[in-house]
Structures are given as C-alpha cells and as structure tokens.
C-alpha cells in the first residue's frame, strides 16, 4: 500500500507532467478540466432501440423465415418488414414489381387519376348548375332567354329573305326583256348573287331551327338532373349528364 508522501509525490508528478502539455497561461480551472477524463455518454433509449437500418424480415417461398440488416434479395418479390430492435414494426417494404407489374400498376394509377377527376368535376358541375339554377323557375327564364336570342336570329332571317325577294322582283322583270336573247352580265350577275343569298339565308334558317331544338334538349337534361339534386341528391352522384 502507497504511503501518503509517495501519493503525494504522485500526484505533484502528475501535476507537473500535465502542466508540461498545457498551454501557457491557462487557468487553474483550464488544468481541471484538462486533467479530468472524459466520460463517455450514456446510451440512450433512441440509439439502443433500433439499428439505422433496422431489421428486414420476410418468409420465402418454401416456409422459411430470413431475417437481415439490410433488404433481402430472396424476398424481392415478397413483402418485406422492417423491424426496430425491439421487436416493433418500423415500415413495410413492399414487394418489387417486374417490369410488366409496374406497368400495369400505372396504367391502374392512371385510370384511377381519371376517374378522381371526373368524379370531381362531376361535383364541381352539378354544385355549379344548383348555385346557377337555385329553382325551377329561374331555370325556365333561363331557358327562354336562349330561346329567345335564336328566335330573333330567325326573326332576321326571315326580314333578309323579305328584302331578297323584292329586289329579286326588278331583276326578273328586266331579265323578261332579255328571253331569248343574251342576257348581259351585270344583270346575270345580280341575279346569280341574289340566288347565293337567298340559298344562304335558307340554311341559315334550318340551323337556327336545329339550334332551338338543341337547347331545348339540353335544358330538359339540365332540370331532369336538378330535380334529382333540388330532391337531396349528393353532386357528382348522378354521373355525367344527357348531352343533345
């Protein structure tokens, strides 16, 4: 056993050998704490409780339970859970797709994609078509006012072909002079011209009439389908609408 002058000869040796490494002029204290040993931090629960990759499990083909520390190539095709070391489910790992999998798996996402946005602007059209159409009264204006606008449009053509008409009247009575001889060409050309726009009014006359019957279906679609949401039916839950 050490004697007391011995420890403390040890000591004063280690004091000066420890004064030899610091630098000039520190401090007492800076001694201390360079004379104390570092201690090591205690473990925490987070560092002890898993492993940075965690523990990869699978069973394969034939029955038998793998594990690793990293993903495991017999178990690609399978899925794959990823444990903390405790024991306690971190992650799934699902399985990797083949090529032709991965494809069909997109074509799946994107049809689903589709049908989300149908399905919202399913919503978006009928929450739309109430805030427009809160009754079926104003509906009915609605549709009055379109009818009205091609109605006039028809009022005009009829006026067009009226006016046709009577300037076609002096061109057939001057053209009478000229049977049986060569009709002069300002004159036919007058003529020809007061054909085309007669033709042309003409078929402006059966579009404007193809015209009232379009809308007419489309507003009948239109409040078939809000009747059905004025009664409680949820927008979007009806599908798509007739279309004229």
Same mark, same amino acid.
């Given at each position: 056993m050490q $004697?007391?002058?011995? /420890?403390q #000869?040890? !000591?004063?040796?280690?004091?000066?050998?420890?004064?030899?490494?610091v630098p000039a002029g +520190?401090? @007492?204290l800076a001694l201390a704490l360079w004379a104390t040993p570092a201690r090591p931090a205690? @473990?925490?629960?987070?560092?002890? +409780?898993?492993?940075? !990759?965690?523990?990869?499990?699978?069973v394969d083909d034939k029955g038998n339970k793998l594990t690793s520390d990293r993903p495991i190539?017999?178990?690609?095709?399978k899925e794959q859970r990823v444990l903390n070391k405790d024991g306690s489910l971190r992650r799934i790992v699902p399985p990797t797709l083949t090529a032709d999998e991965r494809a069909e798996q997109e074509?799946?996402? %994107?049809?689903?994609?589709? @049908?989300?946005?149908?399905? +919202?602007?399913?919503?978006? %059209? $009928?929450?739309?078509?109430?805030?427009?159409?809160?009754?079926?009264?104003v509906h009915a204006k609605?549709?009055?006012?379109?009818?009205?606008?091609?109605? +006039?449009a028809m009022k005009?053509?009829?006026? /067009?072909?009226?006016?046709?008409? @009577?300037?076609?009247?002096?061109? $057939?009575?001057?053209?009478? #002079?000229?049977? !049986?001889?060569?009709?002069p060409a300002r004159l036919k050309q007058q003529i020809d011209a007061n054909d085309a726009a007669v033709d042309a009014q003409r078929s402006a006359a059966l579009n404007q009439e193809a015209e009232l019957v379009r809308i007419n279906k489309l507003y009948d679609a239109e409040l078939s389908h809000l009747r059905k949401l004025w009664a409680g039916a949820q927008p979007g839950s009806l599908g798509p609408m007739p279309q004229p």
């Open positions: $004697d007391a002058p011995s /420890r #000869f040890t !000591g004063r040796a280690r004091l000066a050998a420890l004064w030899a490494v +520190a401090s @007492a205690p @473990a925490t629960e987070s560092s002890t +409780a898993s492993a940075p !990759g965690g523990i990869y499990t699978c190539p017999a178990c690609v095709a074509a799946i996402e %994107r049809r689903n994609a589709v @049908a989300r946005a149908a399905q +919202a602007d399913a919503v978006r %059209r $009928d929450r739309n078509l109430m805030a427009r159409f809160p009754s079926e009264a609605a549709r009055e006012a379109a009818l009205d606008s091609v109605r +006039a005009a053509t009829e006026l /067009r072909v009226a006016d046709l008409k @009577a300037a076609r009247k002096p061109l $057939d009575e001057e053209a009478e #002079f000229y049977k !049986g001889k060569t009709m």
